[in-house]
């Protein structure tokens, strides 16, 4: 070893530091291109040309210690060859959930988009961060242009908006941006002085509520949670009541979190009338639109969120029904002042210099609460360009249809069916506390069997008193009819024997 490295140190002329040569890459760049053209075959073959063949499993079902017996999930101190690393890609994704699964409605986001894909393959190579012009030029006006094209469906004439790592994370900056606004002093001096500041929220509201109210400092008791109706939307009346209660309690109320399609039901708050009490009392008025947003794209189905120009803020998730990939979400703030910036700016010296040779006005970074930032608008914009707003709309359109064909008693008001799978045994005997404790079990048995034989993936939950129900959920373009009889089929295959 000791001659070899001499050999090497008097052929190339090396610079030696601290034992290490310092010319030419350390890196094997032929040995790195031939197993990422052999990575991305795999990848073609394996993923996306059996994206929408339904004869593919879901899932290749595998308990968690034999998954990690099969994985070789140990590293070691010298690296694997290339064929083992090969194998390792093949093994992940036989036994990964194929979410592009025509018969994958477990989720609020399933399917796979060519162009969005695509867009994730460029910004995956060029690995950029999205906080100055300097460094990721192209990602900054495509973040800008879609920004502006979302604040448009939403109906304002101006606005602000940044993208970040999902919904939760813009309800996030949403509560703190409207505390911000209730108290600007608080990005200083913090939380001491400040009033019992309460919040207002529906009981059917996405649980990153709580959580960024514990997060921020407010407190999971100061969420005031307003019923819903039987569809699971907030009752205005109940909102009103809250607001007068707290005020009476001497606490500070200062935002109203809506929702625009709920997590189960798919519900979507009255608008109108929420802002409505908003604009009395002065409270800042957040839309969590991450589910339900993409039907603004829709002229047929915009109506479900009918007042949305009104809210202070908007949750949207492209990632979501329209497929932009995981992960796609914006916060769109309808004030254009700079009141983003100014609650969130830290003003770092080395990254945001005022006296730069360029317009500094696109150095974007210090709104966000990230340094490091994913540029997940060009996923949206590559597939938005390539679409157009239409193909858009046809596939919100499609979606909601389909969910329409599969239930006709009571139409769902979104894509999120819900219902309950009545076994043989169970179809003769009366209704009583014995019957649906009965029924309660019956969801996971069937769950259970499905995913280890691979055939489809759907949801089940209890909710609000009612037993385990299931829950499926249409996105993707994939999806027929026939992915829809076949569903209700092989449910009633399943579970035959119960």
């Known amino acids: 070893a000791g001659n070899c490295k001499q050999e090497m140190l008097q052929k190339k002329n090396a610079v030696l530091v601290d034992g290490v040569i310092l010319n030419g890459p350390i890196m094997d760049s032929k040995a790195g291109e031939k197993f990422v053209e052999e990575a991305c075959k795999i990848i073609m073959e394996e993923v996306i040309q059996k994206a929408d063949d339904v004869t593919e499993k879901v899932c290749e079902w595998r308990a968690p210690e034999t998954l990690k017996q099969i994985l070789d999930l140990e590293m070691r101190d010298t690296g694997e060859s290339h064929q083992k690393l090969l194998q390792l890609c093949r093994d992940v994704i036989q036994y990964s959930v194929k979410t592009s699964h025509p018969r994958f409605f477990n989720q609020l986001y399933a399917g796979i988009d060519y162009y969005s894909l695509a867009a994730r393959f460029i910004t995956e190579a060029l690995n950029p961060s999205v906080y100055t012009y300097e460094v990721s030029p192209v990602f900054l006006l495509v973040e800008e242009a879609v920004i502006k094209k979302m604040i448009e469906f939403i109906g304002w004439e101006e606005g602000d908006g940044i993208f970040n790592p999902g919904g939760s994370v813009s309800n996030m900056y949403a509560m703190n941006l409207a505390r911000y606004r209730f108290c600007p002093e608080i990005k200083e001096k913090g939380l001491s002085g400040l009033p019992r500041l309460v919040l207002f929220t529906s009981e059917e509201c996405h649980y990153s509520m709580k959580k960024a109210a514990s997060f921020l400092g407010i407190g999971t008791e100061n969420v005031y949670f307003i019923k819903t109706d039987e569809r699971g939307k907030m009752i205005p009346e109940e909102l009103e009541k809250q607001v007068q209660r707290a005020r009476k309690e001497g606490s500070a109320p200062f935002l109203v979190c809506a929702t625009a399609g709920t997590t189960v039901l798919g519900a979507f708050d009255p608008l109108d009338k929420i802002a409505d009490i908003c604009e009395k009392h002065g409270l800042w008025l957040h839309v969590d639109a991450s589910w339900g947003g993409s039907a603004l794209i829709s002229r047929k189905h915009c109506r479900l969120l009918h007042g949305i120009h009104r809210a202070d803020s908007v949750a949207w998730n492209p990632h979501k029904m329209l497929l932009a990939g995981i992960q796609c979400c914006a916060l769109l703030v ?4 700079g009141l983003l910036k100014n609650c969130y ?16 006005s696109y150095d974007t970074g210090d709104k966000s609460i990230q340094c490091s930032r994913r540029p997940d608008a060009f996923k949206f914009w590559l597939m938005w360009k390539a679409l157009g707003t239409t193909g858009l709309e046809e596939r919100v359109n499609r979606a909601l249809a389909l969910a329409r064909y599969c239930l006709t008693i009571l139409n769902p008001e979104y894509a999120n069916i819900c219902f309950w799978y009545i076994p043989p045994s169970l179809r003769k005997m009366e209704d009583g506390p014995e019957f649906w404790q009965k029924l309660h079990q019956v969801a996971p048995i069937i769950k259970e069997r499905m995913m ?17 129900f299931f829950r499926q959920v249409v996105i993707s373009p994939q999806v027929s009819r026939e992915d829809m009889d076949f569903l209700l089929d092989e449910i009633e295959l399943l579970a035959k024997d119960l």
């Open 345 to 360: 700016s830290a003003k770092a010296a080395y990254l945001f210099q005022q006296d730069k040779f360029y317009d500094v």
């Open 452 to 468: 280890k034989k691979g055939s489809m993936m759907l949801g089940y939950q209890p909710h609000r008193g009612k037993v385990n």
């Open 334 to 337: 309808k004030d254009n002042s």
